[in-house]
């Protein structure tokens, strides 16, 4: 039986890494079950000890419409090389990007 192929965005100011140790808590039979794909969010933030990341800039709303549609542009290249994908898993930030790019793909 064929794994689903499932991608993974971390929350914001967090990392892939991170998220995919968070998921370790998940009994191992079901993650034996999925190939998961972790990726980290597009914008680095500075001046913290380990590499964390964000899918959008929430501190400054005029960057924020142009973040969210860089998250959505880099994301859509990341399923483009790496997929196809059979579902999304976000948490927090990740989460708003996950539900957001059901609507989005419509658009297209």
Same mark, same amino acid.
Not at 42 to 70: C, E, G, H, M
């Given at each position: *039986? $064929? =794994?689903? =192929? ?12 991170? #998220? $995919? @140790?968070?998921?370790? /808590? ?6 034996? @079950? *999925?190939?998961?794909? #972790? ?9 913290? $000890? ?10 400054? &709303?005029? $960057? ?8 959505? &542009?880099? /994301? @859509? @290249?990341? *399923? &483009?090389?790496?997929?196809? #994908?059979?579902?999304?898993?976000? #948490?927090?930030?990740?989460?708003? /990007? ?5 609507? *989005?793909?419509?658009?297209?």
């Amino acid at each position: *039986m $064929k =794994k689903s =192929k499932v991608l993974c965005l971390h929350g914001g100011t967090s990392s892939a890494a991170h #998220f $995919k @140790e968070q998921l370790q /808590i998940w009994p191992s039979n079901v993650l034996e @079950e *999925m190939d998961l794909v #972790f990726l980290d969010g597009p914008f680095l933030i500075d001046n913290i $000890k380990v590499p964390t990341f964000r899918w959008y800039d929430t501190q400054d &709303a005029t $960057k924020l419409d142009s973040t969210f549609n860089q998250s959505i &542009a880099y /994301i @859509e @290249e990341t *399923m &483009a090389k790496l997929g196809p #994908f059979d579902g999304v898993l976000g #948490f927090s930030q990740g989460a708003c /990007i996950a539900a957001a790019l059901p609507g *989005m793909q419509a658009q297209h």
